[in-house]
């Protein structure tokens, strides 16, 4: 069973950059056809997709976040890391790593979510 787990600070100031990392518990992250994804979900709202890094190393970005949005991996310790810039307290939110296969990539690996709230 693969375990994800996010790591980072849980407040950042306005304007700052927000940082999380998410840690996979067993496999490979370059397992072919898997994508690992960051989701949020503000409060009240629903889940948004904020973008992925896959198994070759694309990335891939929602239109609206792509630019403040770094995705970024670490192979050898099965991490990949998100970076926000800019932020606003309407990121604030529960932000969450996840692993999607081949065919539907759906997301059937979810990490427990980390609340991130931006305020001075």
């Known amino acids: 069973q693969v375990q994800l787990q996010e790591s980072g600070t849980g407040l950042v100031k306005p304007s700052q950059m927000l940082s999380l990392t998410c840690t996979v518990s067993s496999g490979s992250i370059t397992t072919s056809y898997y994508a690992w994804s960051w989701i949020r979900q503000p409060p009240g709202k629903g889940l948004e997709w904020m973008g992925a890094?896959?198994?070759?190393?694309?990335?891939y970005y929602s239109p609206s976040l792509k630019s403040r949005t770094s995705i970024s991996r670490d192979t050898s310790k099965k991490q990949f890391s998100l970076q926000l810039s800019s932020v606003t307290p309407e990121d604030t939110a529960v932000y969450y790593c996840a692993g999607a296969g081949w065919p539907n990539y759906d997301h059937d690996y979810w990490g427990q979510g980390t609340q991130v709230t931006v305020s001075s």
């Open positions: 890094i896959a198994y070759d190393g694309s990335t």
